[in-house]
């Protein structure tokens, strides 16, 4: 089991950015894939960007050229750097990691991290 613990969340104006960090308990190196979900109030938990070992990287289209996933293998630790936040993206934001045990897959969720972004 990948323990995720999710931090930098928080409130900002529009237009305003955000760094969250996800870090993990053991080598991210290890993890198939890195990603980050958000969800909002009455709305199903969605996809936002993710990062495989081998560095590739995915976003949803509503985040593409504003939000940028990277990681630290140094500190075990993934980045969601959040640039020009529009209301829309208030939600809480969960780090995933997914993985393999005996050649079956596996997920870890961390405990979230709030956004919101208002005037």
């Known amino acids: 089991q990948v323990q995720l613990v999710e931090s930098g969340g928080g409130l900002v104006q529009p237009g305003g950015s955000l760094r969250l960090s996800c870090a993990a308990s053991?080598?991210?190196?290890?993890?198939?894939?890195m990603g980050w979900y958000r969800q909002a109030p009455g709305k199903e938990r969605e996809l936002v960007a993710t990062?495989?070992?081998?560095?590739?990287?995915d976003y949803t289209d509503s985040v593409k050229g504003r939000f940028t996933v990277s990681r630290d293998n140094a500190k075990n630790t993934v980045y969601l750097q959040m640039n020009s936040l529009k209301p829309e993206d208030t939600a809480v934001y969960y780090c995933?990691?997914?993985?393999?045990?005996?050649?079956?897959?596996?997920?870890?969720w961390g405990q979230g991290t709030q956004v919101t972004v208002s005037s």
């Open positions: 995933r990691a997914y993985y393999y045990v005996n050649y079956r897959p596996r997920i870890d």
């Open positions: 990062i495989t070992s081998g560095g590739s990287t």
């Open positions: 053991e080598s991210i190196f290890s993890i198939s894939t």
